[in-house]
């Protein structure tokens, strides 16, 4: 059974997720990538096949992606992982266990991050996150990408495919 979940983050923002509910105590929380949501089809395949097996998962939009609240900002690491922990956090209240974060591209960071940070989930799995994001950004915005992000500080995401 899938049920819409809003969990309020620590910055008043609304999350937007999916939770594939089996009955099971144990919880796995999916974490999707860069300019996606929890209805991509990794995310959604994932969370079917745990549900398959008797295990509860929760999908859900980091802030500023798909329907949960909030702008988009590049390299929002931290944000993510804050967001993260609100979810933790909702489920925990529910005396739910999230026993395995998983991740995939940047969320795949993501989960790695959270758990350097907060040490209380038993497993991650990162599935194919970046180890090097240099060459990503240049493919995404161009080689003066540095420059202009030295320059203003910023830059501007247009659309999916980042120009």
């Known amino acids: 059974m899938q049920q819409k979940v809003m969990i309020p983050n620590k910055r008043g923002e609304k ?3 999916v939770l594939h509910e089996t009955g099971s105590e144990k919880l796995v929380v999916l974490c999707h990538g860069f300019r996606s949501s929890k209805e991509f089809d990794i995310m959604v395949n994932l969370a079917a096949a745990l549900e398959k097996e008797g ?3 929760f999908r859900f939009d980091f802030s500023g992606n798909g329907e949960s609240d909030g702008s ?3 390299g929002n690491y931290e944000s993510e992982a804050e967001d993260l922990r609100s979810v933790v956090d909702y489920f925990t209240g ?3 266990t999230t026993v395995v974060l998983i991740g995939h591209c940047k969320g795949g960071d993501d989960v790695l991050l959270y758990s350097s940070m907060y040490h209380d989930i038993p497993a991650v799995v990162n599935v194919s996150g970046r180890y090097d994001p240099k060459g990503g950004i240049e493919e995404r915005f161009g080689k003066n990408v540095w420059e202009i992000l030295k320059k203003d500080g910023y ?3 247009k659309s999916q495919t980042g120009y």
Request: glycine share 6%.
């Open 55 to 57: 295990i509860s998962a």
């Open 15 to 17: 999350l937007v997720g």
């Open 94 to 96: 529910l005396n739910r």
């Open 155 to 157: 830059i501007d995401v």
């Open 72 to 74: 988009f900002h590049y």
